[in-house]
């Protein structure tokens, strides 16, 4: 074990000294690339579960790396902003919801969560289906009209309506609970679409029944809630579900077939049977840090102006029981901190320093709703701005990439230099291939959009052999004990995808202009509606 991280930090820093030889555009090594992944993906860190041990030595992993090439800490003089956590875990008494009678018990039908806010609860409510439970009619989304929700949970389809741009309506997915709660509803019922249970199956669902959930702590010392007049959650299997629909206007079949076309959007109706909802909560307080550095800019106009490049540090850590019980998360993701610390050595070792300062980030709890983030643009550590955010969260690197997939760049200025750094490498610009994964807003970077800050997000695309490796490591090995270093990986590939983003994040840095959103971009309207806008080409 000893001589293995021996070799990674040799590995480490003859890459940085190589790279310090070289001229403007630094070279990236597929051997440095992977002593990052190996150490970071080792048995040694137990899976880097945010507040467990195994992340701590991500974290410091990460911090002396930072140290190594000259980079500032950036959390008043530290190199990590401790963020403050509340994990919540269902309790020893009943989780189940009782529909018309007929009770279901967490992980069986039904997945319930555990409360942030109430120890014990007992509650029982009116049920109203409000479609996809979308509320946003100027956009065409108008699921609560006619609807009086105020008081009762509403049950809700999973995702949005095919044809829907795919980041726009990732983005109205994830504001489901908030626009049910300006309605005036209590509770919130999921019921998974086809195309959602094709994608992940409802026996890969009940694997997280139980599991605990975080929420980190406000400066007021209550967890934070987007939407806090929600009482309850649940997820329903297909049997819990027709449950439901019992003698209801409009059978669950029905409704899904309407959902299943092109552009269905089925319209809400009050259910007939009533629900009662019990479940117990416990909790307890628990921290783990952001590790964050700042390369200063080379231009005193712009020092106010920081670029952000991140990437999530955390996985999932051990699993209760099995002969191998470590998640280790080499493609998720010790391969995207390997590209921002391959990247940060390019940047530092450049002999221009760019002109806009960057700030390098690993942030902790992605996997547990892309927390550290949320803390992070919620409670900044720089004195100036973030103009721009560069996420890099788990390219899939199996094979040598050809093109890939920019979320977010169509949004604002930074599509052309996405374009431009593509173009430069010789790789195509990709639709999303699997709109209904919702990957706009399942990583950090969205955490930024939310507060105006235009931001891209890369994925390896689905050419060249791509498609089938990429879905056979999320069918097979995405949030499993097989997602290792003994797979299959194109070291090169992560070499080439660490260049590509130091060439977006550099242009970036080095322009006239910060990025700015486009004119009547949904995004830059809805989160940034003061700033300055661009003309979309």
């Given at each position: 074990m000893r001589l293995k991280v021996l070799a990674a930090v040799s590995a480490l820093f003859l890459s940085a000294a190589a790279i310090a030889q070289q001229g403007t555009e630094p070279p990236f090594t597929a051997d440095a690339f992977r002593a990052h992944v190996a150490f970071l993906s080792d048995d040694l860190l137990e899976g880097r579960n945010a507040g467990e041990r195994g992340y701590d030595l991500a974290a410091r992993y990460v911090a002396t790396r930072f140290a190594a090439l000259g980079l500032s800490p950036a959390a008043d003089g530290s190199w990590y902003q401790k963020v403050p956590f509340q994990e919540s875990r269902l309790g020893d008494g009943p989780a189940e919801l009782t529909i018309g009678g007929q009770a279901f018990v967490n992980g069986g039908d039904v997945l319930i969560e555990p409360s942030a806010?109430?120890?014990?609860?007992?509650?029982?409510?009116?049920?109203?289906?409000?479609?996809?439970?979308?509320n946003e009619p100027a956009r065409g989304f108008d699921d609560y009209a006619g609807l009086d929700v105020k008081g009762k949970i509403v049950a809700m389809l999973s995702g949005f309506p095919k044809g829907t741009p795919s980041e726009l309506g990732a983005h109205l997915a994830s504001e489901k609970a908030r626009m049910a709660e300006e309605r005036g509803a209590i509770g919130v019922i999921s019921i998974p679409t086809r195309a959602s249970l094709k994608a992940v199956s409802w026996e890969k669902r009940k694997d997280y029944a139980g599991q605990p959930s975080l929420t980190w702590i406000g400066k007021d010392g209550?967890?934070?809630?987007?939407?806090?007049?929600?009482?309850?959650?649940?997820?329903?299997?297909?049997?819990?579900?027709?449950?439901?629909?019992?003698?209801?206007?409009?059978?669950?079949?029905?409704?899904?077939?309407q959902a299943d076309k092109e552009g269905g959007k089925p319209k809400g109706f009050a259910l007939n049977q009533p629900v009662t909802f019990q479940r117990t909560s416990t909790k307890r307080m628990l921290e783990s840090p952001n590790v964050v550095a700042v390369l200063p800019g080379s231009d005193p106009a712009l020092a106010d102006e920081y670029v952000l490049l991140m990437a999530h540090l955390d996985h999932d850590g051990p699993k209760a029981e099995g002969e191998d019980r470590i998640m280790n998360g080499a493609m998720d993701n010790a391969s995207g901190i390997a590209t921002m610390l391959e990247v940060a050595g390019a940047m530092a070792t450049s002999p221009e320093r760019p002109k806009r300062p960057i700030l390098f980030a690993a942030v902790t709890a992605e996997e547990d709703g892309l927390l550290g983030s949320q803390y992070l643009a919620k409670n900044p550590v720089v004195d100036g701005k973030v103009v721009g955010v560069v996420n890099l969260d788990m390219p899939v690197l199996l094979y040598d990439f050809t093109d890939v997939v920019a979320f977010g760049a169509e949004h604002s200025t930074l599509g052309p230099i996405v374009e431009r750094a593509a173009g430069r490498m010789d790789v195509a610009l990709a639709e999303d291939p699997m709109p209904e994964q919702g990957l706009f807003t399942r990583s950090d970077h969205y955490r930024f959009v939310q507060e105006g800050v235009p931001s891209v997000f890369l994925m390896t695309g689905f050419s060249n052999g791509g498609k089938e490796k990429f879905t056979h490591f999320l069918s097979t090995n995405y949030h499993t004990v097989n997602d290792e270093i003994a797979l299959p990986f194109d070291w090169q590939a992560g070499a080439k995808f660490a260049r590509i983003n130091y060439l977006i994040a550099r242009e970036i840095a080095d322009a006239d202009q910060a990025p700015r959103w486009y004119a009547d971009d949904f995004f830059g309207d809805t989160f940034a509606p003061q700033a300055s806008k661009a003309t979309a080409p």
């Open positions: 806010d109430e120890a014990t609860q007992d509650l029982r409510g009116e049920v109203v289906f409000v479609g996809f439970g979308l209550k967890p934070y809630d987007e939407a806090p007049g929600i009482r309850l959650g649940a997820s329903l299997n297909t049997p819990a579900a027709e449950a439901l629909f019992s003698g209801a206007k409009t059978s669950l079949s029905a409704v899904l077939d």
